[in-house]
């Protein structure tokens, strides 16, 4: 933080306050997001011993299941008893996506990124995505050093997620498509921190001001979801350089591991001894009390004797009947689509009425195979209270809310490494825990 910032701390105001001025003064000029604002907390949040220890087992826990996802596809694809799997995750994409996802080049090439999406319940931490391409990191990253200024022991400490994002892309170029410009200016900040320390000359490009050629050679962070490739300029001339050789994106080019399918399939009965075996006992476990129990939600008619596990229905149909408590439940877009992303595919069953929740039934078992959704259950936030600053009032106020916590690991050479912890913290009578103007973005700290 400039020291011109901090010497407004002298004010007469509450010191609640001046911390608020002070977050607010340290903002770049033009902000972190495009034509995005939230509300400001003078501290960060507060979690216990408990939440900061399961945060932390996770980061190892959710590399490992992303390595078992990654084996798994492979196997699919050679496996004649496992071909399932691979159609189930490829279905939908063009012919030239699935090639491209098994090219030899990248076989065991992972995201070196993750960032799972927690909700923060009664009874502990529940994972709702695996980003491997996350928004955020800048954002973190600025929140981290700013709220560090103020004396705050944020997890990950006051230069994590540069420190984190230096080591496993030392010398990206940030590739940052049409779709994902809102984060542009994040991403901005970001090469320019890491480029102060070292005289590096990390650059944030866009596709369309490229010419193929002036990545040549080169190591680039794809900032866009594979999904989006059409609509990105020069993108069959770069995967090819990239097939080549002749330029290296990561996040490797793999859409079968932008697929939120993944935390249907790891609760399939028919893979329930492929994930005992890849994974240690110990992740194995956490991952259970942590991903919600789900399932795709494929079409395809059951045998008259079956059900679908814990629901005790034979027809996606009976579900429509459900009543308010049994429609506690998410139906959501697995991947590939533009409504993948934030919360534009996701329904709530018990937010809905009786027929918009038969409604999306039939969109999500009518999108099948083009696009499959998956079903998962519904873990409520817990109710906090957090100081907000009220910009109508002027005054510091407590806030009723729940929390998503993302935190960010970056993978390098086998070892996870927490980054830092964004929580987004919304007023407690939502459900959907993400970003508005009504909402707070802050970092976590240790209770």
């Not at 492979?74 to 090639?99: F, N, T, Y």
């Not at 940030?174 to 000359?201: F, K």
């Amino acid at each position: 933080m400039n020291p011109s910032h901090l010497e407004e701390l002298a004010s007469p105001e509450s010191e609640q306050l001046q911390r608020v001025k002070a977050v607010r003064a340290a903002m770049p000029e033009g902000g972190m997001f495009r034509d995005k604002d939230w509300q400001v907390s003078p501290s960060a949040l507060p979690l216990p011993a408990d939440v900061v220890k399961r945060i932390h087992a996770l980061g190892p826990a959710t590399a490992a299941f992303q390595a078992a996802c990654n084996r798994l596809y492979q196997d699919a694809v050679d496996d004649p008893s496992l071909h399932w799997v691979a159609r189930v995750l490829d279905q939908g994409k063009p012919e030239r996506m699935v090639a491209l996802g098994r090219n030899a080049r990248w076989k065991d090439a992972l995201p070196r990124v993750i960032r799972p999406d927690l909700v923060w319940t009664e009874t502990g931490l529940s994972i709702t995505e695996l980003d491997n391409l996350p928004g955020g990191i800048g954002l973190t990253g600025w929140m981290g050093q700013t709220y560090a200024a103020l004396g705050e022991d944020v997890l990950g400490g006051a230069a994590g997620m540069l420190d984190g994002f230096d080591r496993v892309f030392p010398n990206h170029d940030i590739l940052v498509s049409r779709e994902a410009a809102d984060y542009e200016p994040e991403m901005a900040w970001l090469t320019g921190q890491l480029n102060a320390r070292d005289g590096g000359g990390r650059r944030v490009l866009n596709p369309w001001s490229i010419q193929p050629q002036d990545l040549q050679g080169k190591d680039v962070y794809r900032f866009f979801e594979l999904w989006d490739t059409d609509n990105v300029e020069h993108a069959e001339a770069l995967l090819s350089m990239a097939e080549a050789g002749e330029l290296r994106f990561t996040p490797p080019m793999k859409p079968y591991l932008e697929e939120k399918l993944w935390l249907a399939l790891f609760w399939s009965p028919a893979l329930r001894r492929w994930w005992e075996a890849a994974l240690r006992a110990d992740h194995l476990q956490l991952l259970k009390e942590s991903i919600p129990y789900g399932w795709t939600l494929d079409p395809t008619a059951l045998p008259l004797h079956a059900e679908w596990p814990r629901l005790g229905i034979h027809d996606w149909q009976e579900m429509k009947r459900f009543g308010s408590r049994e429609r506690e439940l998410v139906v959501k877009i697995s991947g590939w689509s533009e409504k993948s992303w934030g919360s534009r595919g996701v329904k709530i069953g018990h937010d809905l009425p009786q027929d918009e929740w038969a409604e999306a039934i039939d969109e999500a078992l009518q999108s099948y195979p083009g696009n499959p959704y998956l079903l998962q259950r519904f873990h409520r936030a817990r109710v906090l209270t957090q100081p907000r600053h009220d910009q109508a009032s002027g005054r510091i106020v407590p806030m009723q809310c729940r929390a998503r916590l993302c935190p960010y690991y970056f993978v390098h050479e086998g070892e996870v490494t927490l980054g830092g912890v964004l929580a987004t913290i919304v007023p407690a009578d939502k459900k959907l825990l993400h970003g508005m103007r009504d909402g707070v973005m802050i970092p976590c700290k240790a209770k």
